[in-house]
């Protein structure tokens, strides 16, 4: 792990989306702890990294199918994810 992903929170609308896929949040969550930024832009991926050393949010995007994406983030202070 590159950093503490800290409390795994999810949106409303998020839980409702993943109703029928709960198992989709311990899959990207693993994948983004250590540096698996998923399907974002180069200039997010060099922001991450910068991030690492500085302190400040972490993005990251896990693409399921053509439908559904789901936006991970973890906050400057590393501890919601």
């Not at 983004?32 to 060099?46: C, F, L, N, V």
Request: aromatic share 4%; charged share 25%; proline share 5%.
């Amino acid at each position: 792990m590159l950093f503490e992903l800290g409390r795994a929170v999810a949106t409303a609308n998020v839980r409702a989306a993943l109703r029928d896929r709960p198992g989709l949040i311990q899959t990207a969550l693993p994948r983004h702890a250590p540096g698996g930024w998923g399907d974002i832009s180069e200039a997010d991926r060099q922001a991450n990294d910068l991030a690492l050393g500085h302190g400040a949010r972490l993005l990251g995007a896990c693409r399921f199918d053509e439908e559904l994406t789901l936006w991970v983030l973890t906050e400057a202070d590393r501890r919601p994810t």
